[in-house]
């Protein structure tokens, strides 16, 4: 199986700055997507932002310009790195991936446990 270790939350000022980190472990042959998703309470889980394997990304419309997702292929990790945090960022952070992993090629997405996000004064 695969595991994704979620790291980088905690509290955080409005206007501050955190950045995510999110390892996947396990026997990977390879990882195509990977995303950060995330859930306010009382809130449906709600898309962040995706990249592809080669780099692409997509993001939500509320994070545009103040969050950035990369990953690094090689760590099989991703980040992402919030920037003029928002009370209203504050949410459980979940990241996942889809991945082909061993011993026999299956492919499945996988999620992390969380962490939190709290933006406050």
């Known amino acids: 199986q695969v595991q994704l270790v979620e790291s980088g939350g905690g509290l955080v000022q409005p206007g501050g700055s955190l950045r995510l980190s999110c390892a996947a472990s396990?026997?990977?042959?390879?990882?195509?997507?990977m995303g950060w998703y995330r859930q306010a309470p009382g809130k449906q889980r709600e898309l962040v932002a995706t990249?592809?394997?080669?780099?692409?990304?997509n993001d939500a419309d509320s994070v545009k310009g103040r969050f950035t997702i990369s990953r690094d292929n090689a760590k099989n990790t991703v980040y992402l790195q919030m920037n003029s945090l928002k009370p209203e960022d504050t949410a459980v952070y979940y990241c996942?991936?889809?991945?082909?992993?061993?011993?026999?090629?299956?492919?499945?997405?996988?999620w992390g446990q969380g962490t939190q996000v709290t933006v406050s004064s």
């Open positions: 996942n991936a889809d991945v082909v992993y061993g011993p026999v090629g299956s492919r499945r997405t996988f």
């Open positions: 396990g026997i990977i042959y390879s990882i195509n997507a």
């Open positions: 990249v592809t394997s080669s780099g692409t990304t």
